[in-house]
C-alpha cells in the first residue's frame, strides 16, 4: 500500500517509504541491541541495505499494510518507522506496529504523535472501526506511547513470547474508532 499524500502532524511528516530511505543509519537500528530488542525482527536482521530496500519494496507492493517513515518536519531526519496491517477489510480492523530507531529522539512524545496519526489515517482511510497493537509486558515505553495516543488496555497474554531467554506476557492494546 502506498500514500498518495504524506500525512503530517505539528512536528512529523509521515509518508511510504522509497528505496533511498534504506540508508546505513536505518541499518544501524536494526542492529542496536537497545533498539531492537522488542522487534521481531531482531531474530532475522537485514544483513544490508538491500535487505531494506526488500523489505520496503514488498511493503509498499503489499495491498493490505502501509509502511511509513517518521521524519521530523524541521529538517526531515528519518527517525523511526511505522506500520499499520494487515488491515482485515471484513473485520474493519488492523494492527499498528512502531519504531524510534533514532535514540536521540526518545522520550519526545514522537511515536505516540505518529501512532495517532496512522490510525486517524486508518479510521478516517481505510474504514477501520478497530486498531490494536502488542507489545512485550516490560516495554513500559512502548505501553505509554499508547496510552497517550488514547489506546485501551485490553488484554495480557501470559508466557506468550522470549526475552532475554525468559518467557514473559504480550499486552494487548486497543483503540475503538468511537473513542
Known sequence: MILLKH????RLILRTMNAADASDRYLSWMHDRIVNQYLESRFSLPECTQDLITFIEHMNATSDSLLCGIFLREDLRHIGN????????????????YLIGD????GKGY????ISEICRY???????????????ENNTSSAKALLKAGFMHEATILSHVVYEGQRIASVIYGLD???
Open 7 to 10: 500525512l503530517e502532524t505539528p
Open 82 to 97: 511505522i506500520k499499520i496491517g494487515p488491515v482485515v477489510t471484513r473485520h474493519a480492523r488492523s494492527e499498528i506496529g
Open 103 to 106: 535514540r536521540e529522539a526518545w
Open 111 to 114: 511515536a505516540s504523535e505518529a
Open 122 to 136: 486508518g479510521f478516517e482511510e481505510l474504514e477501520l472501526a478497530k486498531i490494536t497493537a502488542g507489545v512485550y
Open 177 to 179: 474508532h468511537s473513542n
